[in-house]
């Protein structure tokens, strides 16, 4: 996982301090991994480029030692593009500062394979992109990452992505163009991870999107059941959609079979209409996000007999969901609660799950006998007092009756009330994280899994 900037700071500085120190008597080979491993990731920020200048700098400014081992490890140079998102001072000199990094990155990087970004949101000189493309075109073959976002200079971007058939990882947004354009996803050989937003669906996507693995799409409601039914080996997939009307289907008997697929992320509206029509035998893992309205779901539509992860987040109209995470075979579970009026309804069914509410069937109880992990995200107010919230009495009589159960507490705005007696009656069950970016759930289970194997 990538370090923060505190964590990158705390190396540079031991490494700064002297000699003497262990780092100085380490291989090259160690040396280069160790900075690899916390170069910022550039795909997961936004507008991290000037992060990952910035860390470069730092560790080549160390000692002349330290900066021949950066400058020779190729694959520290490997990620090359530029984030310009904004009305500019001076356009020129902007865009040939771009050039003059990215063509310094692509010499450093050697032969290692390369991860291209262009977030290109301001309209560039006329010169830039007959240079950007005379630039990369001789190392496009070495490309495997293409991330693109950008409204004007598509057509100048869609050129590098004709060129580069052997990449298994691309996202393209264009998030304000009228009528987005359609993307040359059928010249792509080795595709396996892909991020689309609002692209239209096209028949010369049927036979790539056959290979791909990851799914993250952005979609608009008249294209969901064709992109459904091209999906033949997706193990993970994350839908958003823009204005969703729950379209009907001719054929009663359409039903789309996605065999493969581990891992289901989508709001609870589109959850709630697609669900009677989805063959999801291997479903390992399902994210449900709140919808903007009230979907009226039946706990029914949780029944996966594989499901082993279940992240729900949940306002004060969606409390007759609790029940779901009744699931028997359930091992990591995550709750979001918007709201502290969401406080009493879910202490009144950690007390007691069954009243009230339809629990699934083989449910008795809360926690299921399978979990091992329970996450609570709190976002609400953390200034009530304690003896007002019963909810962390019932949490502690949980823990105390299931000593395997883990229990992360998430949250925003402070520590939540009644949090600090449980980390001290449980120091080894109850844990609070500060930030909502954990680990997401799904990768938790995982990674346990694998190391329990």
């Known amino acids: 996982m990538p370090w923060t900037r505190h964590q990158q700071q705390r190396l540079i500085d031991t490494c700064n301090q002297n000699a003497s120190q262990p780092i100085y008597r380490l291989s090259p080979e160690l040396i280069s991994e160790i900075f690899l491993h916390a170069r910022p990731d550039v795909f997961a920020m936004h507008d991290a480029e000037t992060e990952l200048v910035r860390y ?13 081992v950066a400058l020779d490890y190729g694959e520290l140079w490997s990620i090359v593009g530029f984030y310009v998102t904004g009305p500019q001072v001076d356009v020129n000199n902007r865009y040939k500062r771009v050039i003059i990094v990215m063509e310094a990155f692509l010499e450093r990087s050697r032969r290692c394979n390369l991860h291209f970004y262009f977030h290109d949101r301001y309209f560039a000189p006329s010169w830039f992109y007959p240079r950007l493309r005379a630039s990369i075109m001789p190392h496009i073959g070495r490309a495997q990452t293409i991330q693109i976002w950008t409204d004007s200079s598509w057509n100048q971007l869609c050129v590098i992505l004709n060129n580069a058939v052997n990449i298994n990882n691309l996202s393209l947004r264009m998030p304000s163009l009228p009528n987005p354009p ?95 029509r989805l063959s999801l035998p291997h479903l390992r893992h399902l994210n449900l996000q709140t919808p903007s309205v009230d979907s009226h779901l039946d706990p029914q539509y949780y029944r996966h007999p594989l499901l082993r992860t279940l992240c729900i987040s949940l306002d004060i109209k969606l409390v007759h969901l609790l029940p ?40 008795t109880t809360f926690p299921g006998p399978s979990l091992k992990y329970f996450r609570l995200i709190y976002t609400g107010r953390s200034d009530v007092p304690y003896d007002t919230m019963p909810l962390w009495k019932h949490l502690r009589s949980i823990l105390t009756k299931a000593p395997h159960l883990k229990l992360d507490v998430v949250a925003e705005r402070g520590a939540p009330p009644g949090l600090r007696g449980l980390v001290k009656w449980f120091p080894s069950q109850v844990k609070r994280c500060q930030e909502v970016d954990c680990v997401p759930l799904d990768e938790l289970y995982e990674r346990s899994r694998k190391d329990n194997e």
């Open 182 to 276: 359609t993307p040359p996803l059928n010249v792509l050989h080795n595709l396996k991870e892909l991020i689309l937003s609002r692209t239209v669906y096209d028949e010369s996507f049927h036979e790539i999107m056959g290979q791909v693995e990851k799914l993250d799409l952005t979609f608009v409601d008249r294209d969901l059941w064709k992109w459904l039914g091209s999906f033949i080996q997706l193990k993970w997939l994350c839908m958003h959609a823009i204005m969703y009307t729950e379209p009907g289907l001719t054929d009663p008997n359409f039903l789309v079979r996605l065999e493969s697929l581990a891992y289901l992320d989508v709001s609870m509206r589109i959850y709630h209409s697609i669900a009677p």
């Open 56 to 68: 470069l700098v730092d560790i080549t400014s160390i000692t002349c030692h330290l900066r021949r």
């Open 324 to 363: 779901v995470a009744m699931n028997p075979q359930l091992e990591y579970l995550e709750i979001d609660l918007y709201g502290s009026n969401l406080l009493t309804p879910l202490s009144k069914f950690l007390s007691n799950p069954s009243q009230g509410l339809t629990p699934p069937s083989g449910a």
